[in-house]
T-cell receptor, first 113, second 113 residues
Framework: TAGITQAPTSQILAAGRSMTLRCTQD?????MYWYRQDLGLGLRLIHY???????GKGEVPDGYSVSRANTDDFPLTLASAVPSQTSVYFC????????????FGDGTRLSIL | AQSVTQLGSHVSVSEGALVLLRCNYSSSVPPYLFWYVQYPNQGLQLLLKYTTGATLVKGINGFEAEFKKSETSFHLTKPSAHMSDAAEYFCAVNSNTGNQFYFGTGTSLTVIP
């Protein structure tokens, strides 16, 4: 089973350019999440969506936007990339209940130069 | 507010020795607790979870964790370390009133031959 698919796996991007990180799940989970992982800081929540058509801000939302047009897809957009957004980005999904764990993709490694 | 503290960003053990990774949480309501493992260049995988019931939880790969409410702890243990256990480990908490997960900053486990 595919689970969570993230694309691209890695990218080098010039500062000021825009980029969309793609995330697709095939588990029909209601909730989806975007995290960034930085050394010494663990995972920090950027945005989340509890169901299709709704989104919410996490701990570090500035500079990022998301949309949730359907259950399966949850793209993350950087409108104008800055070097501080260099990170590894993980998409995750879960059932709506907090009882259920999150399932993670393999991440996108993004370098902003 | 909820938070997770993982004591020790780096832990080294000899192969065959006991593994103990510490996790303390703060939560205003009874929490759901999770341990995840991350191997290099991969996403997080669920090791085990505590929701309700028995406080000693067994997970995959021989790991277990015990929920101690009086100590607000959920330490991860394994009786005998294997080389393949070398990875990053994350503790996470989710309250049963919401759907946001809070992660610790991670503990990197090194297993010495």
């Amino acid at each position: 089973t595919a689970g969570i698919t993230q694309a691209p796996t890695s990218q080098i991007l010039a500062a000021g350019r825009s980029m969309t990180l793609r995330c697709t799940q095939d588990m029909r989970h209601n909730a989806m999440y975007w995290y960034r992982q930085d050394l010494g800081l663990g995972l920090r929540l950027i945005h989340y969506s509890n169901t299709a058509g709704t989104t919410g801000k996490g701990e570090v939302p500035d500079g990022y936007s998301v949309s949730r047009a359907n259950t399966d897809d949850f793209p993350l957009t950087l409108a104008s990339a800055v070097p501080s957004q260099t990170s590894v980005y993980f998409c995750a999904s879960s059932e709506i209940s907090g009882l259920q764990p999150q399932h993670f993709g393999d991440g996108t490694r993004l370098s902003i130069l | 507010a909820q938070s997770v503290t993982q004591l020790g960003s780096h832990v080294s053990v000899s192969e065959g020795a006991l593994v103990l990774l510490r996790c303390n949480y703060s939560s205003s309501v009874p929490p759901y607790l999770f341990w995840y493992v991350q191997y290099p260049n991969q996403g997080l995988q669920l090791l085990l979870k505590y929701t309700t019931g028995a406080t000693l939880v067994k997970g995959i790969n021989g790991f277990e964790a015990e929920f101690k409410k009086s100590e607000t702890s959920f330490h991860l243990t394994k009786p005998s370390a294997h080389m393949s256990d070398a990875a990053e480990y994350f503790c996470a908490v989710n309250s049963n009133t919401g759907n946001q997960f809070y992660f610790g900053t991670g503990t990197s486990l090194t297993v010495i031959p």
